[in-house]
């Protein structure tokens, strides 16, 4: 089988964006003739005819419209690859990166992060956005810059991924509240009333189910959407929240921790980016800042005497 040529691609993704011959061919600086003969190879090369006539346009395939964006991203990559790397100037760079991230996230590094990218790069802006869902379809499609989380099987193959820390999953009730005396067992902390986090309103959505033995046996007492609210009404409380340790330690000061007295797993929290952003200098150097601002700022100190 001969090897494809490469250049069909480039000219794909002008006809997919363009949805037209002539429109391409202007993009691509070709002669319109030009452009149609390299539509007829494309029709030979992927046996589908990718636009066809409809009125005075062109009208994309099913076929057609399922490629555009895979072809898009490759062009990108590719363009990305073969760009000379050139010097990055951080003093006159402007441009604003868009971060999602887990409740948490931004109370306890965003701090950092905004004093050393101010320090480095003061044109550039960082928009945080929570993060309630699990979809990798805003990283594909240029919404999302870099995400923070815990990698799961429903991630996109071709997600970037690079991990930051381990974390685990700690109790925490108010000031002086009854778990935080005495001997705990998993029977006190399973009869306590409970504020649990869930993206999709359920109890059995909450985003720590995974770590925990398979049936806790919480009396669950609210639900909430994210871990601030949790952290928020158990302070005011006697409701129970559990939380992730490193993500929650700024929320939850003044709080009384404990390590839960269940067999709970660890977690490694990983940074996830698009493949088309891997040869960007200045995501690289983003990706630079938050990996040495996590590593400074170091594991948190517990704040209470409950990690017996």
Sequence with gaps: MPAPDL???????????????????????????????ALSRLRETTGDPLLVRAGRGLAPTPRALAL?????????????????????????????FTLRASDGFVESFGPGLLARVGREAPGVRLNFMQKPDKDSSPLRDGRVDLETGVIEESLGPE?????LFRDRLVGIVRDAHPLSTGKLTAARYADAQHVIVSRNGLES?????????????????????????????ARGSD????VPDRHTATLRQGMFSFTLPLPALEFTVS????????????????????????????????NSAASQ
Excluded: Y
Excluded at 16 to 27: D, P, Q, T
Excluded at 159 to 163: I, L
């Design 7 to 37: 250049n069909l691609l480039i000219t794909l993704d002008a006809l997919l964006a363009e949805g037209s011959v002539v429109g391409a061919a202007k993009r691509l600086r070709l002669s319109p003739s030009a452009m149609s003969r």
């Design 271 to 302: 940074m996830l980016w698009h493949p088309r952003m891997d040869a960007d200098g200045a995501h690289r150097w983003l990706r630079g800042c938050v990996r040495e601002v996590l590593r400074e700022q170091g594991a948190p100190p517990r």
């Design 159 to 163: 997600v970037r991924t690079q991990a």
């Design 205 to 233: 959505g909450a985003v720590d189910l995974p770590f925990l033995p398979s049936a806790p046996g919480r009396n669950v007492g609210a639900i909430v959407s994210g871990f601030s609210a949790a952290l928020t009404l």
């Design 239 to 242: 409701l129970v929240a559990t």
């Design 68 to 96: 555009r964006g895979r072809v898009h991203d490759l062009v990108l990559e590719v363009e990305a690859v073969l760009r000379p790397d050139e010097r990055l100037d951080l003093a006159g760079l402007v441009r604003t």
